[in-house]
């Protein structure tokens, strides 16, 4: 974007990891994912950054900026948002009204679909706490309750009817989410979270099949105040894009699940951020300042972009943040006068300013609007960003949150985005070991490997080739 011509950005949140989970998937096949399945947001966010964490459940989250060289451009800068939802202590948590929704048909007879799935959901119901609340239905060929609401108190009852779930017939699908809406509705309290979550390898063959039509129906499910989380499982008929969708019209977030231990990262380790919303339609703007910044490109959130006007209409839908998520937004910008502009001046328009001298320290205005659980009128943060949040490189960056300049790299090598110049899967190395940091449970050391993974394996289409050829 030309700073001139259009200064202002503004985007939804979004703390999907779905993608990058299903890149590992891919990789560790020993091929590359496909281009349309890789989303820079989702890479960037599958990571914690230790980004400085809000005092107070009543200002949900805190946001943090930072300013370095871009390792693929010199001639240009990044600039890195983050923010950092606060966390839920185990007092804090309200009773949660779950209705988990299960695939059963045909297509989930495989070791990585339902075996996987109900594992995971052992692990979920491991961390319920008395007070809260599930139910099970599954869909396959007509959708059943399996299990009524049921106290946590009760967990081996609700852990027989995960053992009991078995594949087969064709998916009714929306028949299923229509049934567990309704459940969820039976079962509402205001007071809690009250969440359908839907675990799938996403073949919609019976029901409502027009994605269009499921949209609109969790859209209005989610007026009510029932959310819907997404849990993915599965290749081949998976559907990476209705899942996403879905997730994101129905107030909730999409995780792929690819390994056991991922199961346990989602529902785990992260369950209050799967599970508690600490604030809702999240929106991120930026106006950046034409003085200092000549162009500039927001990496990733394309499914989440939002007219300038949405920014300030609370009536208009956007992400919500978890107990405990960090969001990570990167632009890139060009400095004014920087041999880096891509865009030409117009012939008959006003020249672009090519002098910073004199002008404001500002290189842009960050605001963030967000509505708390219970509230339906927006509160604003707002943020200058300085040339004091400037650091010397990627390296430099406090609490190796610079880690998250290789992963966007990698995630535009995988796409093929055409900004990188010489920047290879060996820079992207490079920059992950020098910006590393704690890696407590191993998740930036799995990255490296992926990374290296990346550089020998052939496309989809390419493997598909060699396999019909016999090689």
Known sequence: KVTTEEPVSTFAVDVDTASYAFARRELNRGVLPQKAAVRIEEFVNYFDYDYPAPDSRDTPFRPTVVVYPTPWNPATRLVQIGI????????????????????????????????????????????????????????AGRAGTVLEPTA????????????????????????????????????????????????????FNVGITDQGELKGFVERERASGISLSVLGFGQGNYNDGLMQALAQNGNGNAAYIDTLNEARKVLVEEAGGTLFTIAKDVKIQVEFNPARVAEYRLLGYETRLLRR????????????????????????????????????????????????????????????????????????????????????????????????????????????????????????????????????????????????????????????????DGL
């Open 84 to 139: 950092q939802g606060y966390a839920l202590a185990p007092a804090q948590r309200p009773r949660a009204n779950l209705v988990f929704l299960v695939d059963v048909s045909g297509s989930m007879n495989a070791p990585d679909k339902l075996p996987l799935l109900k594992n995971a959901l052992r692990l979920l119901v491991e961390g319920l706490q008395p007070q809260d609340s599930v139910a099970i239905v599954t869909y």
């Open 152 to 203: 946590g108190t009760e967990k081996h009852k609700i852990l027989r009817a995960i053992e009991q779930l078995g594949a087969g017939g064709s998916t009714a699908g929306g028949e299923g989410i229509r049934q567990a809406y309704a459940l969820a509705r039976a079962q509402y309290d205001a007071a809690a979270v009250n969440r359908v979550i839907l675990a799938t390898d996403g073949d």
């Open 309 to 468: 006007e949405d920014f300030s209409n609370d009536q208009v839908d956007a992400g919500e943040i978890g107990a405990g998520h960090r969001i990570t937004a990167l632009y890139e910008i060009t400095p004014a006068g920087s041999p880096a502009r891509r865009v030409d001046d117009l012939r008959y328009g006003a020249p672009s300013p090519t002098s910073v001298t004199g002008q404001s320290d500002e290189l842009g205005f960050l605001k963030i609007r967000y509505k708390l659980p219970a509230e339906s009128e927006s509160r604003l943060v707002t943020l200058p960003i300085t040339d004091d949040l400037m650091v010397a490189s990627a390296k430099d960056a406090p609490n190796a949150v610079g880690f998250a300049a290789a992963v966007a790299g990698f995630g535009q090598l995988l796409r093929g985005d055409p900004y990188l110049k010489q920047f290879g899967y060996d820079a992207v190395l490079a920059l992950g070991e020098a910006t590393r940091g704690p890696d407590r449970f191993g998740y930036r050391s799995e990255f490296l490997n992926l990374v290296r993974l990346a550089k020998s394996a052939p496309t989809l289409e390419t493997a598909a080739g060699a396999a019909r």
